[in-house]
């Protein structure tokens, strides 16, 4: 069995090559059953509570997959990482282990690039102000993976932590990127912006339907359970929302607060990733009106990520 390391793993993922391969899988098909979530409680303290996914999908091309990933918020804290994940590449055909990779590399890249892949629908075209909510492995790449599909020239980060954001914001600087960071007024940083892509852990809203301006695009790619949410229920209200699964319905509890509300309609929701990349839905209508994306990922994007790493072997 090969072993791919971190950077090994990042070296095939940029996203001029990762947002369209998860744009043919999306259009594709393979099975992905749903995902085994299982709450870690230790110690009884309940800064070390975690949670863990075990996250398979398979192919007819051939290659199935088995993520795990590790989920403790109270790890920034202590100066971690929020996840850790592994993954594990078979043939689908004979069960025969191919390669362990890096999942926190797989995990990170293979989100940011569905968030730019939902961007590529239902933002603006000539989209260019992004606004980064968080500070993460996830929140880090945004700029570049939505730079990919959209002309993103101006950069902002908010975090609840400022000192957090101003880090980041001189990190892109030196990158290249017109990056600031947004200060304590996310309000204004909100309104102000294109895209607002939110990539926390939080547990309360952050974002309020109030502050997106006409013709915005927001971007919930973070919270992934029915007690994590990072938008109120008024940003679903007179708003086209998208999925990235059925499963988010289930699963994201910013849907399921603004569906207990009233503001959403779970046969409102205007269609899923797959609808989007295969033509049967269509994405935005109109430079005015307002977006949403909400993602709780999907093991597709997963195997589809572990894919490009294990063809680029022998392709380097």
């Known amino acids: 069995m090969k072993h791919f390391d971190e950077a090994a793993t990042a070296a095939p993922l940029g996203f001029d090559r990762l947002v369209p391969a998860l744009r043919a899988a999306f259009a594709a098909e393979a099975q992905v059953p749903p995902r085994h979530v299982h709450s870690i409680e230790t110690g009884g303290d309940a800064a070390t509570r975690g949670t863990v996914l075990i996250m398979p999908a398979w192919s007819d091309a051939g290659f199935l997959g088995i993520k795990t990933i590790n989920i403790f918020p109270g790890n920034g804290a202590r100066g971690l990482p929020g996840l850790h994940a592994t993954y594990v590449l078979y043939n689908a055909r004979t069960g025969v282990p191919l390669a362990m990779m890096d999942?926190?590399?797989?995990?990170?890249?293979?989100?940011?690039a569905a968030s730019a892949l939902g961007a590529s629908f239902l933002a603006r075209a000539d989209a260019r102000k992004l606004l980064v909510?968080?500070?993460?492995?996830?929140a880090r790449m945004l700029p570049a993976a939505h730079a990919s599909v959209?002309?993103?020239?101006?950069?902002?980060?908010?975090?609840?932590?400022?000192?957090?954001?101003?880090?980041?914001?001189?990190?892109?600087?030196?990158?290249?990127?017109?990056a600031q960071a947004a200060g304590t007024d996310l309000e204004a940083a909100v309104r102000n912006a294109d895209i607002v892509s939110c990539a926390t852990l939080a547990t309360t809203p952050l974002v309020?339907?109030?502050?997106?301006?006409?013709?915005?695009h927001?971007?919930?790619?973070?919270?992934?359970?029915?007690?994590?949410?990072e938008a109120d229920v008024q940003c679903?209200?007179?708003?086209r929302t998208f999925i990235d699964t059925p499963e988010a319905l289930q699963k994201?509890?910013?849907?399921?607060?603004?569906?207990?509300a009233g503001t959403l309609r779970a046969d409102a929701v205007q269609?899923?990733?797959a609808e989007l990349c295969r033509g049967t839905r269509p994405g935005r209508t109109g430079d005015a009106e307002r977006t949403v994306f909400k993602a709780v990922g999907s093991a597709l994007e997963d195997l589809s990520a572990a894919t490009l790493v294990w063809q680029a072997r022998a392709n380097p």
């Open 208 to 216: 309020r339907g109030e502050w997106l301006a006409p013709g915005a």
């Open 271 to 273: 269609g899923t990733l």
């Open 236 to 239: 679903f209200d007179g708003t």
């Open 252 to 260: 994201a509890g910013d849907l399921l607060d603004a569906i207990a």
């Open 218 to 229: 927001l971007d919930l790619i973070g919270s992934f359970t029915p007690a994590m949410r």
């Open 103 to 112: 999942g926190n590399e797989i995990t990170a890249r293979r989100t940011a």
């Open 150 to 178: 959209r002309p993103i020239d101006e950069v902002r980060v908010w975090n609840h932590r400022p000192e957090g954001a101003e880090a980041l914001a001189e990190q892109w600087r030196s990158e290249g990127w017109n």
């Open 133 to 138: 909510l968080g500070t993460g492995r996830i």
